[in-house]
């Protein structure tokens, strides 16, 4: 089993940039593949960016390509997600995902999910 923690959401102005970070509680974190997803209100929960076992291979939404990147480091137990570019239709609660099945964008292949963290941006 996993247990996701998402950091680092808070309130920025268009343009501006952010870092979140998902810490898996886990001794077999290589196993998983990470994923990000979000859902702004009135929408449902929606794909970001994810992340292989490895580290190798990065997946990206297209309203986010260009703008986000997704690191994960393995010795930290850690991915983030670098935010650049920030717009108002970003704004939603995001939330970090561990998955055990083989990598998809689908939120119902996700096993373990951390509690979100919001992120808000100001036009």
């Known amino acids: 089993q996993a247990q996701v923690v998402a950091s680092g959401g808070g309130l920025v102005q268009t343009g501006d940039s952010l870092r979140l970070s998902c810490a898996a509680s886990t001794r077999t974190f290589s196993n998983y593949n990470m994923g990000w997803f979000r859902r702004a209100p009135g929408k449902e929960r929606e794909f970001v960016a994810g992340v292989s076992r490895s580290g190798d291979r990065t997946y990206y939404a297209d309203s986010v390509k260009g703008r986000f990147t997704l690191s994960r480091d393995l010795a930290k137990n850690t991915v983030y997600l670098q935010m650049n570019s920030l717009k108002p239709e970003d704004t939603a609660l995001y939330y970090c995902?561990?998955?055990?099945?083989?990598?998809?964008?689908?939120?119902?292949?996700?096993?373990?999910w951390g509690q979100g963290t919001q992120v808000t941006v100001s036009s």
């Open positions: 995902a561990a998955s055990l099945s083989n990598f998809t964008t689908s939120r119902w292949t996700y096993d373990y």
